[in-house]
């Protein structure tokens, strides 16, 4: 941020007074701009033992597979974002069946929240933001062409549950530590 959108004069990244943490503060019209973490939403959708999967035909990661995610719009709850993607994505109806998963990625300012579901129908086709929709069982999933490292650890969860034939809340952290190597920290539910 640069620029106050109350009164436009410049701001100044510093630490309030009665604050911890740095925040842009406009000067002129002593507003104090708070940034706060985005939600991400989506859907883990199931039929019998597959999962539904979209390849992304958008930036960032085009060409990758990935749940049907995106971030919350405001006025609508967590629950309705992600049946909203996955329809936008995926064109599928879904029965959501519990929270999932709950990340946090720090590195990128959000939240993450998935939600296991059930396809209603295999009626699926690509949304806009997707080459592909596929159905795809454990041993199919192209893991190494996975778009984000939260796919990657929600769907292994997923099948770990799955094996234990008991599904659990999983929160947790997913720290970057460059580029390509991103650590897992389960969260104390996990």
Known sequence: MKYCSFCRAELHYEIPDDDNRHRYVCRSCDIVHYQNPRVVTGCLPIWQDKVLLCKRAISPRHGYWTLPAGFMELG???????????????NARVEIDRLFAVFNLPHVDQVYMMFQSRLMDLDFFPGVESQEVELFSESDIPWDKLA???????????????????????????????????????????
């Open 76 to 90: 609508e709850t967590s629950f309705e974002g992600a049946l909203r993607e996955t329809m936008e994505e995926a």
């Open 148 to 190: 984000f490292s939260t796919i990657r650890h929600t769907l292994r969860l997923f099948f770990q549950d799955r094996e234990a034939g008991s599904y659990k809340l999983h929160t947790g952290d997913v720290i970057k530590h460059d580029d390509t190597n991103y650590q897992f920290v389960p969260g104390p539910e996990s």
